[in-house]
């Protein structure tokens, strides 16, 4: 009896503290992932796979730090698969899937057993499509629309213990995404401008273990890259990240959930051999305002690999992809 109460209270408190944390150690599904964010050329197939490492190890309350004797410790260790293909030479369709090696949290309450989840997390289908293409301004836009397809490990029991939502590989609800990519190219061919905004609704998750809707997202992304060399470029971005309160049973708002962040992030990318091509990016969070009381992201790294193969003519545009 005691240990049943131990494990209903486990439970109400992972989802009532650590709140709906999105992109880090702490929600469901997958963490945000740089792709190709620009559209592709007829019969371009680009390969991407990927890792990425985050971790939070401090509560925060609006944007003061606090002491909690909860959550000691979280983090992920996280594996990303991406097709890319250029339908037509305005149209093109991206699919992501996402692993979880393992995704945990310790604990400072003596006797609560880490919780440890793992396996397939969401996959993503992307339509994006090239509006405006001008080679002499050196001018991109590409809008696009997307689906996250919750394909993966959701209500995820480990010994008959139920998993907190913080540590399930899925988010367990679709989410659909309207997003926009504008590329500014300038006469100094070293230089280049991103902007990227990203709207996202999810719907309601009604399973057997949870009822909750998280809040919608807006994203905002400007960045800057400079070319060290021929195959070699740095870039600087700020990222701002906002979510709405989440909804739980009966359509009660999860005070502790929903934030605006920023992040600063710096890239650093390679070009090499025939066509392959690998970055690095470490994102640094600047500043954090959660509502209620939540776990705080700490940092995250990730590298991305990529290799591109043209079935078709080679196309003239060229613009760089952070």
């Known amino acids: 009896m005691i240990k049943m109460i131990r494990k209903t209270l486990f439970l109400l408190m992972s989802i009532f503290i650590s709140g709906n944390i999105l992109g880090q150690c702490c929600s469901a599904g997958n963490p945000f992932f740089y792709g190709e964010l620009s559209s592709l050329s007829k ?38 698969f991406q097709v890319i293909y250029g339908l037509t030479e305005r149209l093109t369709i991206q699919g992501d899937i996402g692993y979880f090696m393992n995704k945990i ?13 793992f396996g397939l997390g969401d996959a993503n289908i992307t339509l994006k499509y090239l509006v405006y293409s001008n080679f002499k301004k050196h001018l991109q836009i590409v809008p ?36 926009l990519f504008i590329n500014k190219g300038t006469k100094n061919s070293k230089f280049n401008f991103t902007l990227f905004a990203m709207y996202e609704y999810a719907q309601l998750i009604n399973s057997e273990n949870f009822y909750y809707k998280y809040g919608n997202q807006l994203l905002f992304s400007f960045l800057t890259s400079y070319s060290l060399t021929r195959k070699l470029s740095f870039a600087l971005e700020l990222r701002n990240e906002n979510r ?22 710096p890239h650093l990318s390679w070009a090499f051999y025939n066509n392959w091509f690998v970055a690095v990016n470490t994102d640094i969070p600047v500043y954090k305002y959660y509502n209620g009381i939540q776990l705080s992201n700490a940092f995250s790294v990730s590298i991305r690999l990529s290799y591109t ?12 992809v952070n």
Do not use: C, M
Not at 250 to 262: C, K
Not at 311 to 320: I, N, S
């Open 244 to 265: 709405a309160r989440a909804l739980r049973n009966d359509d009660q708002t999860v005070e502790s959930s929903g934030f605006s962040l920023v992040y600063l992030i």
């Open 43 to 80: 019969k371009n197939l680009q390969l991407v796979t990927g890792y990425k490492y985050g971790t939070a190890i401090r509560y925060f309350s609006g944007s003061d730090p606090i002491d909690i004797k909860f959550v000691d410790q979280a983090w992920f260790n996280y594996l990303t």
């Open 144 to 179: 696009a629309i997307g689906v996250t397809l919750p394909v993966g490990v959701f209500d995820q029991e480990v010994n008959h213990v139920k998993l907190p939502i913080t540590v399930q590989p899925s988010s367990g609800s679709f989410k659909y995404q309207v997003s």
């Open 105 to 117: 949290e310790t604990y400072l309450i003596e006797d609560w057993v880490t919780s440890k989840g």
């Open 309 to 320: 193969i043209n079935f078709g003519k080679k196309d003239l545009r060229e613009f760089a």
